[in-house]
């Protein structure tokens, strides 16, 4: 069965402080993975993308990682601001009909002052 | 501003009653999807086109239905046969009906059962 799972469900951070958020998936044949953003109410923005070629990219302070042999992907914050408080959703594409994309139920971020 | 638009914000529905979400997009896009959003749970789609005048059914379509009969709109209507409709619906478009490149989102609805 095609699965996300994301780590952890939620974290609470100091501002100024790293983190790093994991996702483990079972999808195949996979096709790329994405990070993206969700503020509270409102839809995901991406952060990237990453194709089976790619083991890392980079988008400001986040930078995302990918291990294709071990199914897992990390996004990693640096210098936490208070307006990284959001959803993070991992999701994976499967090069099957239709471009279907199989969605990480997030991990909660909230950044404290 | 390009982007994808929905309407409305929020919707209150009695049970009983259909309701239905607008999506436009002014992107060009061929593909656009719809989505639910539960608390705690990944995104679950619900329909999509990859061209105008054509449909699928996603993993939860039942009482639900759509309409795609112009390139920027994709309309979802709620009927009374979703027995527990309420929660977040993300519309989504992609410029390639197939493609793998980037989904682009709608700011949401949120949809409540009084």
């Known amino acids: 069965k095609n699965q996300v799972e994301q780590s952890p469900q939620s974290l609470i951070i100091l501002e100024g402080k790293n983190c790093t958020l994991q996702c483990n998936y079972t999808v195949s044949p996979f096709s790329n993975l994405r990070w993206y953003k969700q503020d509270t109410g409102r839809g995901p923005v991406s952060l990237t993308i990453m194709t089976f070629s790619e083991n890392t990219k980079s988008n400001g302070r986040y930078t995302a990682t990918l291990d294709a042999d071990t199914k897992q992907s990390s996004l990693h914050i640096t210098a936490s601001q208070l307006s990284d408080s959001a959803s993070y959703i991992c999701?994976?594409?499967?090069?099957?009909?239709?471009?279907?994309?199989?969605f990480g139920a997030g991990t909660i971020l909230r950044v404290k002052s | 501003d390009g982007g994808i638009t929905q309407s409305p914000k929020y919707l209150f529905r009695k049970e009983g009653q259909n309701v239905t979400l607008s999506c436009e997009q002014n992107?060009?896009?061929?593909?656009m999807y719809w989505y639910r959003q539960d608390p705690g749970q990944g995104l679950r789609l619900i329909y999509y086109?990859?061209?105008?005048?054509?449909?699928q059914k996603g993993d939860i379509a039942e009482g639900y239905s759509v309409s795609r009969e112009k390139k920027e709109s994709f309309p979802l209507t709620v009927t009374s046969a979703q027995k527990n409709p309420t929660a977040f619906y993300l519309c989504?478009?992609?410029?390639?009906?197939?493609?793998?490149?980037?989904?682009?989102f709608g700011p949401g609805t949120r949809l409540t059962v009084l």
């Open positions: 999701v994976v594409s499967s090069r099957g009909a239709g471009n279907k994309l199989v």
């Open positions: 086109s990859q061209i105008v005048n054509d449909f």
């Open positions: 992107l060009n896009h061929d593909a």
């Open positions: 989504a478009s992609n410029l390639l009906a197939g493609g793998f490149d980037e989904q682009f």
